[in-house]
């Protein structure tokens, strides 16, 4: 079965989970940091903007008009498809993601995430009787047009990188709305990128952070768990929660992709692990404030963006200043 989000969502959502790691709240501006702020998060901040569920749906929705006109252009008819289940998180009403409330309530977004994100839903193709009344050869057309060919790697067990100019009409399109643009696609960029990505991957090598984090591993020991780091605790989870929903399974090689319905998971294995994620969750919170490993942390990043800002801060207050000008000159 194929999925019909986007790869590039997925991708663009890490992104802006890492770039704005620690970010609370809007600034107004690409400026040095303040106590709560870094100077890095304000400038996505601000570029990135804030966006609520409607602006979400809109571009939702434009990627699928881009879709159709592109799929027109290759011979086929498509239907436009509705804008998905946002869920909570498309809301006002949902606690912070690093929370105590957070976890109290969805611990990490495993188990929750359809709640979280929306998806409880059943998806209905618009297209699905289109392509049914197709033969064989122009369904596989159809899906290279929508999708991008596919092509069995050289080496099956290569990660396959994705690119959205191979990902057909909706790989084009998806890079429009949601990143062509942005900062992170611009090349004159790229250093910044690379050194901020290994920057953030370095905090738990902070002193501050490793002391903390010591401190943090005795608070959970004596919750009853043993893990060294947040990381690894979160980690469990997910590990586990991709086993229990079948993800870790491979797919029979001879199966149709296009007909193939993934393993049903057993509901009480899944409310057994909800269970267990916001009891790990909430220790793991619990005790990264008291021991004073978010603090650290927050300490540490801050460091990091006022250092990352003294060397890249006039290139990204230009880049901000250009996008604000472009912005103004669309209206």
Not at 19 to 46: I, M, N, R, V, Y
Not at 205 to 215: H, L, N, P, S, Y
Not at 300 to 308: F, G, H, I, S, V
Request: hydrophobic share 35%.
């Amino acid at each position: 079965m194929r999925s019909h989000l986007p790869a590039s969502v997925g991708a663009f959502a890490g992104a802006v989970a890492l770039l704005l790691a620690g970010c609370t709240g809007g600034t107004g501006g690409a400026t040095p940091s303040d106590d709560e702020t870094g100077p890095l998060s304000a400038f996505f901040e601000q570029v990135g903007g804030s966006m609520d569920a409607e602006d979400n749906e809109a571009q939702q929705r434009r990627v699928e008009e881009l879709v159709a006109e592109c799929m027109a252009e290759e011979g086929f008819e498509y239907t436009p498809a509705e804008p998905m289940d946002q869920g909570l998180m498309g809301t006002d009403d949902a606690p912070e993601w690093d929370s105590l409330e957070f976890a109290e309530q969805y611990g990490y977004g495993a188990t929750t995430s359809e709640e979280l994100f929306g998806g409880t839903e059943e998806y209905v193709d618009p297209n699905q009787e289109y392509v049914a009344s197709m033969s064989e050869t122009e369904q596989e057309a159809f899906y290279a047009a929508l999708y991008g060919a596919m092509e069995e790697p050289e080496d099956p067990e290569a990660e396959v990188e994705y690119n959205w100019e191979t990902a057909g009409c909706q790989g084009a399109a998806s890079h429009e709305v949601y990143e062509e643009g942005q900062v992170w696609d611009d090349p004159a960029m790229q250093d910044l990128m690379d050194e901020m990505n290994t920057e953030y991957e370095r905090l738990a090598e902070d002193d501050g952070v490793r002391e903390a984090q010591g401190a943090w591993a005795e608070c959970v020991a004596d919750a009853g768990y043993d893990f060294a780091t947040p990381e690894e605790a979160s980690q469990s989870i997910w590990t586990e929660y991709e086993s229990v929903m079948g993800y870790d399974q491979e797919m029979d090689p001879e199966a149709d992709p296009e007909t193939y319905v993934p393993p049903t998971p057993d509901a009480a294995k899944v409310a057994e692990l909800k269970e267990k994620e916001i009891a790990v969750a909430t220790a793991d919170r619990r005790c990264q404030e008291s021991s004073g490993y978010a603090k650290a942390q927050k300490d540490a990043q801050l460091a990091m963006e006022n250092r990352l800002w003294e060397k890249y801060g006039d290139q990204l207050q230009a880049f901000a200043d250009d996008s604000t000008a472009a912005a103004t000159d669309g209206k």
